[in-house]
């Protein structure tokens, strides 16, 4: 049976490609956002949110907390999708090696499953956000768009993978990353 593990934690070349991923994705994510703002929905300039009642640190601080509150609706949003496609598995939170995560460890889903859950996150909280952007125009959504798509280039990484290894119809959700799988794992043990 062909299959590919992936270990987050000890693949350091996955590591490094995620850190790089990151950094781009976060810098395209914030360039484009700059460019939709300052283009579309407030020409007339841009300034961080809060600085005006907070001084620059209290902004810095404010958009550090916002960006914790995201990244926790985020791991969120993963363990519902763990949920919705199998609701007698256990889903785990945790921090772990600078990293937040939500897994349901064992779990095996479809890969079609494992791609939703894996990239709802990002859609649903960046859509959220752009929406927010253009109701209540204000130029701290760069910030929060940006870093929460730099925060998702280990779910991007992911999703990658998946889609690389289209042969792969099986993913099962680990403590410390996942392994694909051609045919359905239990299939073996029984």
Sequence with gaps: MD????NIFKDQTALKHMSWLQIILALVAFIVCYLVEGLIIHPTGSALIGREHFGIVGAVLFIIALFIVIII????????FFKIFNPKRKVKFGFKAGMAYASSPGTIFSRKQFLVIILMPFFILTILMVVLMFLYPNPAYKYYIA???GACAGDIYYAFLILKHKHLD??????????LYENDPREEYM
């Design 3 to 6: 299959k590919l593990i992936l």
């Design 170 to 179: 099986y993913a099962m959700d680990t403590e410390v990353g996942m392994s």
């Design 147 to 149: 870093l929460h798509t």
């Design 73 to 80: 609706v985020h791991e969120g949003i993963h363990g519902l």
